[in-house]
């Protein structure tokens, strides 16, 4: 079993910056795939970003690319999302997710591909 703890969100002003932080309990998680979903109301759940392992290329949706940055931290068994730049358009609820599996940084995943989810927190961006 792993728990998935997110904490950082919060509201910020269009073009600020935030730094979310996803915490795993299970110590040997480096073969997992970790990742970041957001949904926003009344929309499907989405896949931000994600990455296999430190150093591997990681997958981000077009709509982030450029502006959030995906990183792991095997040290702190820790997935860490840069957020910069931030636009109204990316006010939702930041899910982390995890699978012990590989992933590519080319592709798309479905919410379906992950096992286990934390409970996700809250970012808004409005003037």
């Known amino acids: 079993q792993v728990r998935l703890v997110e904490s950082g969100g919060g509201s910020v002003q269009p073009g600020e910056s935030l730094r979310l932080s996803c915490a795993a309990t299970?110590?040997?998680?480096?073969?997992?795939?970790m990742a970041w979903f957001r949904q926003a109301p009344g929309k499907e759940r989405e896949d931000v970003a994600h990455?296999?392992?430190?150093?591997?290329?990681?997958y981000y949706a077009g709509s982030v690319k450029g502006r959030f940055t995906i990183s792991r931290d095997n040290a702190n068994n820790a997935v860490i999302l840069r957020m910069a730049n931030l636009k109204p358009e990316d006010t939702a609820v930041y899910y982390c997710?995890?699978?012990?599996?590989?992933?590519?940084?080319?592709?798309?995943?479905?919410?379906?591909?992950?096992?286990?989810w934390g409970r996700g927190t809250q970012v808004t961006v409005s003037s």
């Open positions: 997710a995890a699978d012990e599996r590989w992933c590519s940084g080319s592709d798309d995943l479905g919410s379906s591909a992950f096992r286990y």
């Open positions: 990455i296999y392992a430190a150093g591997s290329a990681p």
């Open positions: 299970r110590t040997t998680y480096t073969a997992f795939c």
